[in-house]
């Protein structure tokens, strides 16, 4: 059993963190902030609400902006792809698997 399956919750998606770690603790708008990172308020408001991903070059720029690393907002995302990911695939069978080289 891997650590996503032990885990037994979906990771909490990177703009729920932003939001509410970052942005409403500094009283910072969804508008303000997005300005400040150079994309619309929409795209923003997609990635805060979960509907796109946040992507290596946003992520690099949210870092920026509050002075955090890119890696963090990155990790958050994988952790997160990797969950569902493994959500996707959990019934599924491979027809073969290949072993390690001795």
């Known amino acids: 059993m891997d650590r996503l399956t032990r885990m037994g919750r979906r990771p909490t998606p990177p703009g729920t963190i932003l939001t509410e770690m970052y942005?409403?603790?500094?009283?910072?708008s969804l508008t303000a902030f997005a300005g400040a990172i150079g994309i619309s308020r929409k795209h923003?408001?997609?990635?805060v609400n979960g509907h796109v991903r946040l992507e290596p070059e946003i992520a690099a720029r949210i870092g920026k902006v509050l002075g955090t690393s890119a890696e963090l907002w990155i990790n958050l995302q994988a952790?997160?792809?990797?969950?569902?990911?493994?959500?996707?695939?959990?019934?599924?069978?491979?027809?073969?698997t290949f072993r390690p080289a001795a």
């Open 23 to 28: 942005l409403k603790p500094r009283e910072v």
């Open 79 to 96: 952790r997160l792809d990797a969950y569902e990911a493994h959500q996707s695939v959990k019934d599924w069978t491979p027809t073969v």
């Open 44 to 47: 923003m408001s997609q990635i």
